[in-house]
C-alpha cells in the first residue's frame, strides 16, 4: 500500500490546517488510518485513529477537542482537521496504515505502512 499526504505548512497559533492521506495500491485489508507526529528530538508519537470499518476514533489527549480524525472510504483517504493549532503541536507528521499481514498476530493487529511525513509549523 502506498500512502501520499498533503497539507502540512505554516500556520500562526490559533489556526487551523487539514492534512490529508490518500491510500493507493493494495488497500485491502485496511484496520486502521491515522496520523502520528515526531517533534525535533523527540519519539514519534500517536496523534489520532480511526478504524476502518467502524469508524471508532482514537485521539491523544494532547489533541482531544482540536483535531478531528475522519475518513472517505470510497477514496481510501484520511483527513486530520486541525484547529486551535499550537506551538507544541509543530512537528513532522506521518500518515500510517494498519494492514493485515500474513501471520494470525498481523491478521489482528495489522503491520505498520508510513506514508512521507508533512511538516507542520505552528508559530506563536
Known amino acids: 500500500v502506498q500512502l501520499q499526504a498533503s497539507g502540512g505548512g505554516l500556520v500562526q497559533a490559533g489556526g487551523s490546517l487539514r492534512l490529508s492521506c490518500a491510500a493507493s495500491g493494495s488497500v485491502f485489508g485496511i484496520i486502521t488510518m491515522g496520523w502520528y507526529r515526531q517533534a525535533p528530538e523527540k519519539e514519534r508519537e500517536l496523534v489520532a485513529t480511526?478504524?476502518?470499518?467502524?469508524?471508532?476514533?482514537n485521539y491523544a489527549d494532547s489533541v482531544k477537542g482540536r483535531f478531528t480524525i475522519s475518513r472517505d472510504d470510497a477514496k481510501n483517504i484520511v483527513y486530520l482537521q486541525m484547529n486551535s493549532l499550537k506551538p507544541e503541536d509543530t512537528a513532522v507528521y506521518y500518515c500510517?496504515?494498519?494492514?493485515?499481514?500474513?501471520?494470525?498476530?498481523?491478521?489482528?493487529?495489522?503491520?505498520?505502512?508510513w506514508g512521507k511525513g508533512t511538516q507542520v509549523t505552528v508559530s506563536s
Open positions: 500510517n496504515v494498519k494492514k493485515q499481514g500474513s501471520t494470525w498476530q498481523e491478521k489482528i493487529y495489522g503491520v505498520d505502512h
Open positions: 480511526i478504524n476502518k470499518s467502524s469508524a471508532v476514533t
